[in-house]
C-alpha cells in the first residue's frame, strides 16, 4: 500500500478521492477509501447543522402550540414506538454500516450483503408489526395513546426502507446531507402549516411518521451505484444474525437512557404527562448540542473498520487521538455554555410552563462530556469486532438505570430520571475505559494530553460569561452577547495556549475558504 497507507488518516483530509469512476473491477483492491475525512466531515457538519436548525424554529412553535401535555404525550408514545423500531432494525444500522465498509472494494460481494441484511430486516419488521398490533387492539394503551400508537406505527414500517447504512459504510456522506436537507426544510413548513392548535397531536405524529418512511425511500433513489442484482439462492441472511445481535443488545440497553426514561416518567410519576414535556425539551435541547460532539463518530466508524481490516492499526488509532481532541474542544466548551445561558435560553426559546427545564439542562451536562468519550471507545470496539465489550458496558449501565429510575422517578418526577441517567452515562463510560486499557493498544494518556488546554480556556469562557450575565437582563439579545464573548475568549485562550489541533483547523477551513474565493475571482477575469 505503499506511502498512502503510512500517513494518518485525519492528516490525508486535503487528498481528495482521484476518481469517481464507480467501483472496481472485482478483485481489484484500493489503498484508501474513496472520500476524504475532510470532505466527510463537511458533509456531515451540514447534515448535523440542519438537525440543530430546524428544531430553533419547531422547538419553541411547537412547545407554545402543543404545550407541556401534547409534548408529553408525544414523547409517551414515541418511547414505546422505539422499542418495535429497535426490534425490527435489530442493530443493522451499525452492524450493516460495519459489513458495508469492510467489503467497500468488491461490488459483488456488497450486494450480497446488502440483500441479505434487507431481506432480514423486511421479515423482522413484520413480526414487530404484529406484536405491536396486539398491543394496541387488544391490550390496549389508553383512550389518549392508542390514536397516536396507530399513527406513529408507519414508523416501524418505514425501517423495511432504511439503508443509511449504505452509504455510511460507503462513506457517502454527501447524498444522507442533500436527503436530510431536503426532508427537514419541507418538515418545518408542514409544521407551521398543518399543526396550529393543542388539538392537532395526531397531526404532528402523522407528520413524524411518515417524514420518516418518505426520508427513507429517497435513499433507494441512488442505489444501483452501489448495488447489482443477486440470485435469491445464494442469499443466506440468517447468517447476520448473530453479529446483529451482538450489536443489537448494546443499541437495546443504549436506548434505555433515551427512551425508557420516558417511559418510566409515563408510569411512575405523579403527573406524567407534563414530567415528560419538560424532559423531552430538556433531553433534546441537550442532544441538539451533542451533535457537534458526536460529528465525527459515524464518519469513524466506516474509517476505522477499513484501516483495521487492512491491518493499518497505527493508522486507525491516529484516528481516536484527533477525535479525542475534537471532543474535548467541543465538550467543554458546551459545557461552559450551558451551566451559564441554560436558564437565560429556555426563557426566550420554550416560553412559559417548562420551569424545570433550566435545571434539568444543568444535570445533562454531563451526557456533554462523557458522550463523546463513550462513542469513541465504542466505534473501537466495533471496528475490531469486540462488540461484547460494548454489550458489557451498557448492560451495568441499564441496569442500574432502572434500578435508579424506579426510585427516584416516584419522588423527583424528570429531575431524578435526569440524575439517574447521568450517574449511568458516567458509569458506562469507566466501564469502557478500564475494558480499553485491558484490551491495550490505545494509549489513554495520549488522549488526555491536550486536556489541560480546553479546561482552561473554558474555565475563563465561564467565568466571563458568569460576570456579563449579572450585569445584563434575561433577553434573547444577552444570550447571544453573552454567548459571543464566551466564544470570543474560549477561541482566543486556545490561540495564547497554541493548542496545534484548534489552530490546524481554522487555518484549514480559512485556507479552503480563500481558495474558493481566489478561484472564483480567477473565473470572473476568464469570462471578462
Known sequence: MGERAEKTNMEQTGEESKSDAGDPAPGEKKDAPKVSLKKNAIYNLISKLLSIITPFITTPYLARVLGEEGNGQISYVSSIIAYFTLAASLGFSVYGQREIAKCQDDREQRSLVFWEIFTTKVILTCLSLAVLAVLIFVVGFGENYDKLMMIMS??????????EYLYMGEENFKSIAIRNMFVRIAGVVLILIFVRTENDVWIYALY??????????????????????????????????KGSLIIFFPLVITSLFTTFDKTMIGLLSVRPDYDNGCYEQAYKINSIAQTFILLFSSIMMSRNTYAYKNGRVDEMNSNIYKTSRYVWLTSLYLVAGFMVLSENFCGWFLGDGYVEVPLLLYIMTVRLLVSGFSAIFGDRFVAMGKEKYWMLAVLAGAVSNIGLNAFMIPICGAIGAAIATAVCEVMILVIMLILTLK??????????KSFW??????????????IMR?????????????????????????????DDFFIGLVRSLLSKVFAKRKNRQNGEKDIR
Open 154 to 163: 408507519l414508523q416501524v414500517v418505514a425501517v423495511i426502507f432504511d439503508i
Open 208 to 241: 413524524l411518521s411518515l417524514s420518516s418512511v418518505f426520508s427513507f425511500l429517497i435513499m433507494w433513489i441512488g442505489l444501483k451505484r452501489y448495488i447489482g442484482t443477486v440470485s435469491i439462492k445464494k442469499l443466506r441472511p440468517w447468517r447476520h444474525l
Open 439 to 448: 484490551m491495550k493498544g490505545l494509549s489513554v494518556r495520549t488522549m488526555m
Open 453 to 466: 488546554k480546553y479546561l482552561i480556556a473554558a474555565a475563563e469562557m465561564f467565568c466571563i460569561m458568569f
Open 470 to 498: 449579572y450585569f445584563i437582563p434575561d433577553t434573547i439579545w444577552a444570550f447571544f452577547v453573552i454567548g459571543g464573548a464566551g466564544t470570543i475568549v474560549y477561541v482566543l485562550m486556545l490561540t495564547l495556549l497554541r
